[in-house]
């Protein structure tokens, strides 16, 4: 089987995109199916478990309380809600349950509340994924020690850009969040968002910080930019689909036992470009008609799609399981190897960042 790498260089990342589209399918598909049953997406449903008035200025976000888009704000959900609206997911073929929360970190006396979603999620056999922000000491243990299968943090863009389009909050702030993720045993879903105004380059330095984690991220959604009026970004070009599916192809390559998700913007997406991107190494979904505070196509749409495309027409299993990951991670954090270092910088220059990820 095909070694997983964590030392690609920006010249090498580059040298992929530069492929002819053929050429650059071909050998993501390859290694697709090394790894993967290639007729099998994995389904998440994603809920918004508080909404709105956040405090972050995020130029993409409707949530950020900088902005003015319209958004009725909603204090934390029920636990009840959460548990209905997960039921409903499972019923819709939903595996994984994911609960977003718009914070710039959980406050503690949400944390009881928090848990025992979590609790009760997990007792219906689903898997749980939360995204609630930057998490404070002893948070990210909490949240694993209730069960929490999945840590959702996204590093949204390269270093360089990050700047661009967020100023609340710094790219290692996001990277000492996922540092503790790991520590704490979690598994880590961890992407970005593309079409926000970003260059070939930022492509790059994102996919290389991704694929540089050790281990890789189990989930790496790849969102397009959903415009939203009022925010920054509302009048920013459309991304042109088979830009967006090299992509998906780039980081298939990159971190080839990874779940890649088609995540939001998936709606901009016909069937045609859809089957695309699950052939370049897309095998991950969110089932529902919103993502959290925008459009995503109906669960009807896509099994209707999945019937003409034979996906998930047998319950089969990736050769490469979960287990797999647990090992690597194991083996890391037995031998107290940092998680982090800087993948912008050459060997040379490359200096460890005290949240202590290797990127």
Known sequence: MTPLRHDWSSEEIAALFALPFNDLLFRAHTLHREFFDANHVQVSTLLSIKTGSCPEDCKYCPQSAHYNTG????????????????????QAGASRFC????WRSPAERDMPVVTDMIREVKSMGLETC?????????????????????????????????????????????????????????????????GMGEATSDRIGLLQQLSSLQPHPESVPLNMLVKVAGTPMADLEDLEPLEFIRVIAVARILMPASRV????????????AQALAFFAGANSIFYGDKLLTTGNPEAQKDQSLFRKLGINSQQTQAVVDEQVHEAVLQDVLAANQPLYQ????????????PCGLVI
């Not at 958004?71 to 499972?90: H, W, Y």
């Not at 998700?261 to 045609?272: C, F, I, M, V, Y």
């Open 71 to 90: 958004l009725d704000k909603e204090r934390l959900l029920e636990i009840s809600k959460v548990v209905e609206q997960a039921r409903a997911a499972k």
């Open 99 to 102: 609960m977003g929360a718009a």
């Open 342 to 353: 800087d993948a912008t910088r050459k060997d040379s220059e490359r200096s460890r960042k």
């Open 261 to 272: 998700r088609l995540s939001a913007g998936r709606e901009k997406l016909d069937d045609t």
């Open 130 to 194: 939360m995204t609630l922000g930057m998490l404070k000491e002893g948070q990210a243990e909490t949240l694993a020690a209730a069960g929490l299968d999945y840590y959702n943090h996204n590093l949204d863009t390269s270093e360089e850009f990050y700047g661009e389009i967020i100023s609340t909050r710094t790219y290692s702030d996001r990277l000492d969040t996922l540092d503790k993720v790991r520590k704490a045993g979690m598994k880590v879903c961890c992407g970005g968002i593309l």
